[in-house]
């Protein structure tokens, strides 16, 4: 069984390897250039072999108009493997695969070249001249003929005098025989059939937009399960850390358009570079990976706000970061119901729970507060942070619908505490609100 192909190449810090593990028509390629006609191939088509002048008499066939000497000098370089093979390789094979199609039964076709030989009579008199197809020396020329007279004739299969009976010579077998060896048709249709099945890993060291790494589902999981509070101590990030983890990962992709994601981010096109992506490893700074971070909806981790060098996900006031820790939270609900503090924790935005606070002492008692408590408890404890955290973005949501001032430009409740004081009857409708979506959680 034919060895495993693989081409290796860095462009830009990022790396690329191609590995064809179906490589049969590398080897029958090694084979059919020893053949007897392969010679005549790579003259075909040009007066002689110190020349590239075109044979006066040769058809154009699909763009080629020396035959197959406009396309073997390419194909012996691509299947010399040098480079990788792209998408540009294989139009090339498929444009080569055409021309020797539509070749077939042409003068493009070497059982089609015609030769002009002498006749002679019974006297061996010359009395002019015959057309034979495939090849010159035959039986009747070599009989008469001086120069060759007394050597060996080729075989009759390898010319006709019948148009419509067309010969086999070896050239003309080298490219279209289905025995073995294989004709060069068929080691182009194996060819572009085993490509098919090329592998591509890519190693990404640089990328120009970090964020972009988020679209990758795999890559995504991976970092969202970093923001743990043994990687991000009271919200600063250990960028350092997460990125020698993630460089020991390796990842698929799950689509085409992941599948262009990665291309993109490696430099790599199709054109350069075929192949189905089998895996991708990205091996990136601290400070990428803090980029990476801000396509993240994550903003906070063990009740802390993640901030580090690049990422600053801490809510501002006046351009200066404030609730920077969870302990400003419980310093600034002390006096709040836990559930009503775990709220805030989860992105309510103070100034609705400062509002909300006096009216639920009044509307939830203690056994009321203690379940709705429990209730919020758990979801943190088995790690279902986010249902709290989208129970506070409801909560924001109808309230931003009743704080529509008209008289100054609104202000968003998570970028300052200033907000409108909302009536009774709206503090009423928020309250029974908050309760329905925690109890239904």
Known sequence: MPK?????????????????????????????????????????????????????????????????????????????????????????????????????????DPAMIPYHINIYDKSGKNIGKRKVYGHWKTAEFVKYSKKFKGDTPVPKSWYSYDVNNPPTPPPHQVVYSKESPKGLKYILEDALKELEEADITFEITRVSNPKELYKLSQVKQFLESQLTPALVKEGVINAKAIAGKLASQKFGVTGEAEEAIVRRLSGFSEEEVTGDVEEFTVK???????????????????????????????????????????????????????????????????????????????????????????????????????????????????????????TRGGVHPNRTEDINLLTEPQLEQVAKYTIHLIEQA
Request: positive net charge; charged residues 30%; without cysteine.
């Open 4 to 108: 495993m192909k693989k081409k290796t190449k860095t462009k830009n810090g990022n790396t690329a390897q191609q590995e064809l593990k179906s490589t049969n028509f590398f080897k029958e390629f090694q084979e059919w250039k020893e053949l007897e006609g392969v010679d005549f191939i790579l003259r075909h088509g040009i007066k002689s072999s110190n020349t590239v002048t075109r044979r006066t008499g040769m058809e154009t066939i699909e763009g080629a108009s020396r035959g197959h000497r406009d396309h073997l000098p390419r194909l012996m370089e691509i299947m010399d493997y040098d480079d990788f093979i792209g998408t540009k390789e294989i139009d090339y094979l498929k444009a080569y695969l055409k021309f020797i199609d539509a070749a077939k039964g042409t003068k493009a």
């Open 284 to 406: 990136v700074s601290p400070a990428i990976v803090e980029r990476a971070y801000l396509a993240s909806t994550k903003k906070k981790v063990g009740g802390f706000y993640i901030h580090g060098k690049v990422v600053d996900k801490r809510p501002r006031k006046e351009g200066v970061p404030v609730a920077k820790s969870w302990l400003d939270i419980v310093k600034r609900t002390e006096n709040y119901p836990q559930w009503l503090a775990m709220l805030v924790e989860y992105d309510l935005p103070i100034a609705i729970a400062k509002q909300l606070r006096p009216y639920m002492q009044n509307l939830v008692n203690r056994g009321k507060s203690i379940e709705l408590s429990a209730k919020l408890s758990r979801l943190h404890q088995f790690s279902r942070g986010a249902k709290i955290g989208s129970i506070s973005r409801e909560i924001e949501k109808l309230v931003m619908k009743y704080d529509r001032p008209t």
